[in-house]
Protein backbone atom coordinates (compact mmCIF):
# COMPACT_ATOMS: atom_id res chain seq x y z
CA UNK A 1 0.00 0.00 0.00
CA UNK A 2 1.40 3.29 -0.82
CA UNK A 3 -1.56 5.46 -0.89
CA UNK A 4 -4.04 5.16 2.69
CA UNK A 5 -7.83 6.62 1.89
CA UNK A 6 -10.07 6.84 5.29
CA UNK A 7 -13.48 7.02 4.77
CA UNK A 8 -16.13 8.26 7.38
CA UNK A 9 -15.97 5.04 9.62
CA UNK A 10 -12.71 5.24 9.64
CA UNK A 11 -12.74 9.16 11.26
CA UNK A 12 -15.32 7.86 13.58
CA UNK A 13 -13.13 5.67 15.19
CA UNK A 14 -10.26 7.39 15.47
CA UNK A 15 -12.79 10.52 16.93
CA UNK A 16 -13.80 7.61 19.31
CA UNK A 17 -10.32 6.66 20.04
CA UNK A 18 -10.85 3.11 19.24
CA UNK A 19 -7.92 1.00 19.59
CA UNK A 20 -7.56 -0.79 15.92
CA UNK A 21 -7.73 2.27 14.34
CA UNK A 22 -5.56 4.01 16.19
CA UNK A 23 -2.98 1.30 16.07
CA UNK A 24 -3.98 1.33 12.25
CA UNK A 25 -2.67 4.93 12.10
CA UNK A 26 0.34 4.79 13.90
CA UNK A 27 1.55 1.96 11.36
CA UNK A 28 0.59 4.31 8.46
CA UNK A 29 2.94 7.18 10.33
CA UNK A 30 5.48 4.59 11.27
CA UNK A 31 5.28 3.96 7.27
CA UNK A 32 5.75 6.97 6.07
CA UNK A 33 2.47 6.17 4.45
CA UNK A 34 0.19 9.30 2.81
CA UNK A 35 -2.90 9.55 3.78
CA UNK A 36 -5.81 11.23 2.35
CA UNK A 37 -9.36 11.94 3.66
CA UNK A 38 -11.91 12.99 0.95
CA UNK A 39 -13.88 15.90 1.22
CA UNK A 40 -17.40 14.14 0.75
CA UNK A 41 -16.29 11.82 3.47
CA UNK A 42 -15.50 14.97 5.82
CA UNK A 43 -19.20 15.87 4.89
CA UNK A 44 -20.43 12.72 6.06
CA UNK A 45 -18.48 12.85 9.58
CA UNK A 46 -18.76 16.03 10.20
CA UNK A 47 -21.18 17.12 12.87
CA UNK A 48 -20.16 20.98 14.48
CA UNK A 49 -19.21 22.73 17.44
CA UNK A 50 -17.58 20.75 19.87
CA UNK A 51 -16.38 17.83 17.11
CA UNK A 52 -12.65 16.99 17.29
CA UNK A 53 -11.56 18.96 14.84
CA UNK A 54 -7.77 17.74 15.07
CA UNK A 55 -8.54 14.29 13.46
CA UNK A 56 -8.73 16.05 9.98
CA UNK A 57 -5.50 16.53 10.93
CA UNK A 58 -3.95 12.90 10.70
CA UNK A 59 -4.32 13.13 6.47
CA UNK A 60 -4.24 15.40 3.81
CA UNK A 61 -7.68 16.18 2.85
CA UNK A 62 -8.27 15.87 -1.33
CA UNK A 63 -11.20 18.13 -2.56
CA UNK A 64 -13.76 16.47 -5.35
CA UNK A 65 -13.38 17.63 -8.51
CA UNK A 66 -15.29 16.98 -11.78
CA UNK A 67 -13.24 14.20 -13.08
CA UNK A 68 -13.30 11.67 -9.23
CA UNK A 69 -17.62 12.78 -9.75
CA UNK A 70 -17.95 11.81 -13.27
CA UNK A 71 -15.83 8.29 -12.89
CA UNK A 72 -18.08 7.88 -9.42
CA UNK A 73 -21.42 8.52 -11.37
CA UNK A 74 -20.14 6.01 -13.93
CA UNK A 75 -19.63 3.47 -11.53
CA UNK A 76 -23.09 3.74 -9.71
CA UNK A 77 -24.37 3.50 -13.34
CA UNK A 78 -22.80 0.44 -14.25
CA UNK A 79 -23.49 -1.53 -11.48
CA UNK A 80 -27.09 -0.41 -11.46
CA UNK A 81 -27.38 0.50 -7.99
CA UNK A 82 -30.36 3.01 -6.88
CA UNK A 83 -28.68 6.36 -5.95
CA UNK A 84 -28.92 7.80 -2.15
CA UNK A 85 -26.40 9.68 -0.68
CA UNK A 86 -24.62 6.88 0.89
CA UNK A 87 -24.26 5.21 -2.64
CA UNK A 88 -22.98 8.29 -3.49
CA UNK A 89 -19.97 8.84 -0.99
CA UNK A 90 -18.94 5.30 -1.26
CA UNK A 91 -18.49 5.88 -4.96
CA UNK A 92 -16.56 9.18 -4.51
CA UNK A 93 -14.39 7.33 -2.06
CA UNK A 94 -13.59 4.23 -3.95
CA UNK A 95 -13.24 6.65 -7.69
CA UNK A 96 -10.74 8.60 -5.33
CA UNK A 97 -8.99 5.83 -4.29
CA UNK A 98 -8.39 4.81 -7.50
CA UNK A 99 -6.50 7.98 -8.61
CA UNK A 100 -3.46 7.20 -6.18
CA UNK A 101 -0.86 4.04 -6.37
CA UNK A 102 -1.69 0.86 -4.79
CA UNK A 103 -4.70 2.27 -2.81
CA UNK A 104 -5.85 0.89 0.53
CA UNK A 105 -9.59 2.38 1.77
CA UNK A 106 -9.86 1.83 5.81
CA UNK A 107 -13.36 1.71 6.50
CA UNK A 108 -16.07 0.22 8.82
CA UNK A 109 -18.62 -0.70 5.93
CA UNK A 110 -15.99 -3.23 4.11
CA UNK A 111 -18.98 -4.69 2.36
CA UNK A 112 -20.63 -1.56 1.11
CA UNK A 113 -17.45 -0.38 -0.71
CA UNK A 114 -16.61 -3.92 -1.86
CA UNK A 115 -19.37 -3.62 -4.46
CA UNK A 116 -17.55 -1.25 -6.34
CA UNK A 117 -14.90 -3.35 -6.51
CA UNK A 118 -15.60 -4.28 -9.87
CA UNK A 119 -15.28 -1.12 -10.83
CA UNK A 120 -11.98 -0.27 -8.87
CA UNK A 121 -10.26 -3.60 -8.93
CA UNK A 122 -7.21 -1.91 -8.13
CA UNK A 123 -8.35 -0.64 -4.66
CA UNK A 124 -7.74 -2.61 -1.32
CA UNK A 125 -10.38 -2.03 1.03
CA UNK A 126 -9.14 -3.05 4.85
CA UNK A 127 -10.65 -2.81 8.22
CA UNK A 128 -9.16 -2.82 11.76
CA UNK A 129 -10.28 -4.83 14.89
Same mark, same amino acid.
Given at each position: ????????????????? #??????????? #? #?? $???? =??????????? #??????????? !???????????????? !???? $??????????????? =?????????????????????????????? !???????
Amino acid at each position: MKTAILDTGALIALERR #RKGMVEVLEML #R #RN $STPI =VIPTVVVAEWW #RGAGQDQTILL !VGGIEELDIRIATIAG !VAIA $SAHFKMDAAVTIDAI =VMATAAQHEEPAVYSADFSDLERFKPAFPS !VRILGWK
